[in-house]
Nanobody, 121 residues
Framework: QVQLAESGGGLVQPGGSLRLSCAASRSIFSGDAMGWYRQAPGKQRELVASITITSGTSTNYADSVKGRFTISRDNAKNMVHLQMNSLKPEDTAVYYC?????????????WGQGTQVTVSS
């Protein structure tokens, strides 16, 4: 089991920046993916960004956030961050931290409680 706790959400004006952080309750193998998803009212939860670290760092971003958001991971502190720049009103959503932890039999999904991001003037 692992618990994930997000922080850093809030209200920001269009064009502004926020940095989300997610702290895991224990170490997570760097080869297991960690990432951020978001869910806006009336919409399905969608992947924002994910990161794995094996022989190198592999990141994946939704097209809508490429060039504006940057995901990073600090394995020593069991944390993953999402730097969000040039925020738009359509980025408004609840943002969830996710960890996909592999076992010999399956991949287990773990989720945080979510943090609200509101982009509005």
């Amino acid at each position: 089991q692992v618990q994930l706790a997000e922080s850093g959400g809030g209200l920001v004006q269009p064009g502004g920046s926020l940095r989300l952080s997610c702290a895991a309750s224990r170490s997570i193998f760097s080869g297991d993916a960690m990432g951020w998803y978001r869910q806006a009212p009336g919409k399905q939860r969608e992947l924002v960004a994910s990161i794995t670290i094996t022989s190198g760092t592999s990141t994946n971003y939704a097209d809508s956030v490429k060039g504006r958001f940057t995901i990073s991971r600090d394995n020593a502190k069991n944390m993953v961050h999402l730097q969000m720049n040039s925020l738009k009103p359509e980025d408004t959503a609840v943002y969830y931290c996710n960890a996909k932890i592999r076992t010999p039999w399956r991949i287990n999904d773990y989720w945080g409680q979510g943090t609200q991001v509101t982009v509005s003037s």
